[in-house]
């Protein structure tokens, strides 16, 4: 069920029609088959996409950053 709604979320963006799940978070009860909504707003503090990000590009993976003994 929800990899069809997936779908249809895709489909919808791909034709430019339609009203996207922007901003917004769908959320399924499957015990009691009842579909919820959460409005989300966006902060603008976000250190990725907010009004001044401070992280601007990935992690290079190749590059462990977590192991310890290699960043001493």
Same mark, same amino acid.
């Given at each position: 069920m929800l990899g069809t709604i997936q779908a /249809?979320? /895709?489909l919808r963006f791909l034709i430019g029609k339609?009203?996207?799940l922007v901003n917004r978070l769908l959320i399924f009860n499957a015990l009691d088959m009842k579909f919820r909504q959460a409005d989300f707003k966006k902060n603008p503090d976000c250190p990725v996409c907010g009004k001044n990000p401070s992280i601007k590009e990935l992690i290079d993976?190749?590059?462990?950053?977590?192991?310890l003994k290699k960043n001493r």
């Open positions: /249809a979320e /895709a339609g009203e996207l993976e190749e590059q462990p950053s977590c192991d």
